[in-house]
């Protein structure tokens, strides 16, 4: 296997990255545009498959939390060594083993040793970004690979991988860094002993995990909602050139896309494979999980419609806006090239001495009178005519 | 499960809701424009799956109808208590508990004790919007989510949730508000014993109410489809800005897409699943829903490729009345350009003392007419041009 | 069941619809714009599945052709009773009822006793419009609803429902109006004796009536065939403004989707159901239809690339002229605007007897022809730099 | 069965059909348009299905090749009765009769007895256009209708129908023309034992023809993407309004489209029923001759995501030339209407011995070179605006 | 088979290819646009399937690579005889020959008797270019057609043909080009003992050198993001006309599509059969492969969509430029039409001696200056006219 991790500063900038409206606001104060979240990873030459890529040396936080309906043990452990005592011992407890930051290359192979997980398996745990997908390794352990999206405060849309491998009595959880995850909300279930979670096997958690990673999305999309509706309502204003900001969206919009598809197919897959892994009750709340990524699907479609509708109302308003000026360009025009053609004629130096034919408006008494009459003429004449054609009447009442 | 209802105010401004065409009118009177149906709902942190989140303390109203072929009882009723009589008495008859409105969390912890409801069935009844399906509860229960569609006198769009669960000899429904829903036609039916709801199950009622949501959506598209044919002709005469119509129209399209989708998906799972809950005789009946459903999601499909034309129409309509007004434009600036020029050029004051080749037309006996027959000329001859390249000749026939 | 069928007066405007084109002419003569093709039914409150809506109190035309291979014998009868006799004689003939039109209530009610039809396949029959389906009621009833489409002397586009009810020895069709039906072929085809019609069942006919709708739509879209080649032509000339004939051919296209894609699907279902009513042989010649039906498919697909493909020719050429237009006021501009500033500046008035340097030009012997010399080196210079451009050069050879 | 097929004539002058290259020459040469490919077939009244409609009277040439292993026969025949002793000598020979042309019915009623062929299969083979298809009949013929294209030197594009029907010993082809046809590869390996097809058996030979149909399309398609290729440079030189072409264009690749897209499936038919008349070997090849038609299918929709592209690229680039030529006639307008006004100013006549305010610069010692300072010093300003801008930049570096 | 190769003059133009980026930076260099990948291929008359179109001369090179778990031999030879002591030999080892290059048809007869190969999959591994896809033959061999991608240094995105046909204990693979592949890693494994692909089977090669074709395509697509990345900062600078590199970027999409989506077909093909060439542990890694081409899938969809997204942010980019233009021009005329109207009408000659109402302002003793007033007013009155209208506002704030 041939995946490259993102070395830690580059993934730095990776969680760092702003969506589009956090962006504009950075650009506005003159900050530097953020690097792109990354498609694509490069595999470095060589490599046979399930080789581990991390360059990163820093160790990964790791957290176990051990519970039975009755006990909850919680710890942060300085070595992997320190978990096997919670995997051994000869309580039916249910073992979590936290693993936050991808780096410390020994920390994962020894992971590997100690929950027997197939080199596939860790390798596609370990090395970013893979596709959301639901797998299962000899019959013995299932590994789902998800996505987490979440915003900050400032609005930054932050997406990490979250790797999620359950066995009969351990869910063993590797995210891509240490500061941020979705999974406080399950963490603060299993302390407070809310819901059934603590009298539930590792595949009820693992499910709650998922769970707490798809209805992560929500509020991002809820997010999204408003900004569209933001949109909508500046591009009718047209206080600004619009197409930019819409076409940052319709990416955001791709990414969240490319991270949802997945996973529902992955949800779905867990639901329907014949898993001995996953009791039957589980079953029945990964389909509400599954009803929600469907959810999350809606959702993004309906927005993705939605922003390809704004840049039509964008450019229809730009041709809009562009009729109007024609028409003000060609109401100048109307006023005044009338009277400059009609000054210009008097203006001619003819020598009315030469000839009587020779410009004798000139001599008349209400010659000049006459001439701004005729000057006046033209120019109501036009208008009214522009007016009977629908185009001021347009101008002042439609607009 | 983690999902929020809103609470009672945003609910009534979401109730508020009017369509687009709706909203114009609300606009050009000034008013404020309503909040959008929300897509989204933002989980509270650490919920367990099966939380009710009910903020609102107002009881909701409770209806009972309690009918068999020769008797109906119906009763509005205080407290969830008073529906357990009609539940348990001998008679075998049918008995539809009908909530209205979404509040008072205990009335809805005591209709899932009474009913034996699964978490997660009454999560999806309480816990709004949740997108249309049907569920089987433990092979006892089928919960059907549906979404009701209405349009008021004001031409104002309503979409609320409505859950059907039923057993064996009952069905209860929860709607999100009190005010309104789309069942009258079935408790019409019911007390007038019209045709043959009254001798059959719990599974025909259950069909009845879900014919009446389906149904219920006939009217909105109707209005839909005079409202694109108002606009075509708004379009067509553009007296003003068409985009932000259409739009809306697309938004609205795209809102009743994302209800009919889905309720189809549910008829058709109702209908395949081998589920004993649902008589092979009601399954004819469902057939006829399912096909109703279809020619919905037609007209839907239609209607948004008729609104996409319609974009067309209008980005070609502005298209072609700047060509028309370039065409103006360039007229007057042929008929005045020409005049301008020739008569600057005849008052310019070269000394005719100097030179003999110093403006001699000056003097010449008919200069001036001549000049005025050159201008006549020159603009005669640009407009010819013009009309021989099909110019003027379109505007006049074409137009 | 809810569906109302339109009364018979808007029935018949629905009759007089014309499609596009036949429009256009009637627009030109100053006719109104008859009502669109209703795509919605309108339930009334509170009825029962099952429900005939009939306001229509005229009596539908009954003619009945009952036939073996030896003798047919064809009347038209006054009342439904009259059609017993001939359903109900020991010769195994075939018999079909032929009802024309959807008035008096009373009838169809009595055809449903006579029959023994199921109330809901009586509904569809009756209750216009339905989506084309092909339906099974109870093993022995094999319902289709089809929609039949002429091309009147006018050009006018007619669709009206066909419902075809068949059982072993009979088939009852019923048409919304009694004035025309594309069924005459099949009629002519029992009278002569032509082809095998005589000699089988009643799903052989049936199946001859199924394809002479489905065959009915050929010179249908061969019309809209002509039309979009005409329309191609129109827009390559650019007469006259074409967005909305392009936008009514392709609403057209979708009405004919709308009537056809489920006419496929309809004889599909036909063909696949294990269908004890139709013969393995008869089969043979539905799949047949099942190729004209496809056929018809990708014809409507192919002209609604075509008519898009229109819209986008018409709009580039809407651009293209825009250009020209643009290009003629420019060249306008180009020569007169420079002739006006020159010709002004030797307009002025600076007193040359104050200053040497006060126009000493106007005074020069060659001044005059000079600025003459001037005004054409400067027009022809730009003419000269745009036709370097290739400005003019494209304007002569490429235009 | 009620299809017509065209008579002689129209199907001549369809045989002419040029593509859209083609017909753009003919169009500069003067030519005629010639007619387009129907589309639609018009069925006569009252015919039954199995209805020939040949009303040409032309006898169709008839040739047989009779082969095995070892020896081909290869004749002419006048009469259809001649090929009877081919088929029924006891000799295991494979014997192919091809005949080409639609004429004469009698022929072919002759043909239909002698290859006992059921009528609506006959019908297939002689009423034109039909679908390509392929249909078993009776379990002992299999019937593949197919269409054939080919460019001549004259780069037309002929499509034309091809039938083959073959049994255990036998392949009959019928094609619409005598003059051409794509078939001639086989019957040179026929000729010349290449290959293993005179080993084989008729499916073989079937295989082999239809093999060359779907070849037959690849110089065709390797045209139309040199043709692309010319368009893509035209439309980056624009030297003539290109939406015509590349309109065009699409509509030939909506034609190829709906021949190659059936083709495809008809192989994929073939391939799936387990058709005791195509041996397994066979069945392998016709793997590869599927293979191909998705390889066909796969280019026409890159060169329709193509031509769409060009249709992009062309508005794109007659925006830029608008924006081009809007450039210049504002660059214009900028140089002469400032030296107008000036000079306008001063071309004035107030009478400076009325007031000393009244135009004192006319007696300036400089005002003369001043306003020229003037002039000069508006233009160049506003001309270096517009290069800060970057719009002159853009004109000089940028295009 | 009738597959023609291309002449080898013609593949090595072919090799030349550069995408967009590449050939642009050609261009300007002034070098000739280079030949397009072609899409077709011709097939030359009357050939039988299974013919091998070589008409190349030059001998491929040969490459053998030879392994088992402990000894790696490695031999380029001269003569394909060579090769069969490494397969005939009694040692369990793989053999991989490593055909590099596609000439010398006696080379690649003798190569299908030696393996043994069908001649239909011989002619589909010389006859370029094939669809990717896999086939199985004669349960013996599996033959896998793909297609490889590499960037080289000067950005030129180049793609050959690659097949891979593997038996028990060989594997034969055959590359267009003896330049270059992207098989080098698992040659560098391979004799490095990396990983575990010395102890496995043929087919855990096969899949090593599939996998190495998949992840070569990630390269590309990193940088196909980069130009996307480039080219929206390039569109939003709008510094040149951009609808060039945009189409070509569309089509390198579309090429490498047409590449990767088979792909991903084929390795299901080989996950999805019953094949008992391919050991279950080695369809685990295949599983991998497969995500890698679903990824590939994602990202080239989403580069299309942004692509897409680009063309339209072009399109807007360029109307707002045309309005900023426009607006220009409006003002330009706005500030001189009225001057040079005004200065004009004083311009006139009236003789104020022949009446009193002829010019009397020229008498005025502030005649002069209140034109200049007048001048000033109807110019700032216009333009404050245009700021309250919100144009000038928006010149100065939005942009």
Redesign the interface.
Known sequence: ??TTSHPPESRHSESELRTSWARERAELAGAQRPK?D??????P???????LVIENTNRPKIFVIDYDADVVAEKEIESVEECIPYLIDDRPSITWVDVRGLGHKPTFERLGEIFKI?P?ALE?MVNVP??P?A?VYGGEHVLVISRMAQVNEHCALRTEQLAILFGKTFVLTVQEEAEWDVM???R??IR?G????RTRGADYLAY?LL?AVV?GF??V??RM?DHI?DL?LEV?E????M??PI?DL??DL?TLR?AVW?QRDLVNALLRDDNPMISKDTR??L??TY?HA??LM??IE?YR??SS???????????????E??????I???I??????I?????????HE??P???P?????????M?WLLMLASVVG?LSY?RRKG?LG?DD???
Chains 1, 2, 3, 4, 5 share one sequence.
């Open positions: 296997m041939t792109r990354r498609l694509v990873h490069e595999p030459p060589a490599s046979p498959p399930g080789t197939h596939l596609d893979q596709r997908k797998d406080g909300v399950v603060e279930r407070a809310r819901g059934t979670v709650a769970d209805d929500f509020p999309l809820e909602g509706e909508e009718l047209a206080k600004r050139p197409s930019k076409h319709k990416r791709l490319r997945p029945l709340y389909r509400d009803d469907v959810q809606d959702m309906t419609e939605l509708g704004l840049m039509d109302l964008h450019l229809s308003g730009m041709s809009n806006r562009m009729n000026i024609m028409k003000v360009l060609t100048i025009s109307t005044f090239l009338p009277i400059t053609a000054a210009g004629i008097y203006g001619m130096n003819f020598h030469s000839s034919y020779n410009m408006e000139l001599d008349w008494y209400y010659g000049y009178p001439v036009l522009y185009w347009k009442d439609g607009r």
